[in-house]
């Protein structure tokens, strides 16, 4: 009896150290933004984020009022909206770090024409 006992606190330590041992790496993941990247911010709804600086381009997601990684800049198709003027600025974007490059169009993003801080392309 003493011997199963034995073996069901050592099972039961064992556990509870496997459970530490995740909680620990969990806690030390990346956040999901890179820091070396601007922050760049939707601030419009329903902004389509694009596989290309243009219009015509597959519409890879559509996000609102969303933080995004800015990776770099570029002038492409000049994009009109009456509400809020046109641009011709696009900035290159990642969800989070290592994910897949989409455009939006500068005239969504807080920032102007053409966004301090993020690189041209």
């Not at 600086?53 to 994009?79: E, F, M």
């Amino acid at each position: 009896m003493k011997s199963l006992m034995r073996r069901s606190a050592t099972a039961l330590a064992t556990a509870a150290l496997a459970v530490g041992a995740l909680a620990t790496t969990a806690q030390a993941a990346p956040a999901d933004g890179d820091p070396a990247l601007t922050d760049v911010y939707i601030w419009a709804t329903d902004v389509n984020l694009r596989a290309r600086p243009d219009t015509s381009s597959t519409v890879l997601a559509v996000r609102s009022r969303y933080w995004l990684d800015a990776v770099c800049q570029t002038q492409g198709q000049y994009v009109e909206d009456p509400a809020v003027g046109g641009n011709s600025w696009w900035t290159a974007v990642q969800e989070y770090a290592g994910s897949d490059i989409a455009w939006v169009s500068n005239l969504y993003l807080r920032g102007g024409e053409k966004i301090a801080g993020v690189p041209d392309c």
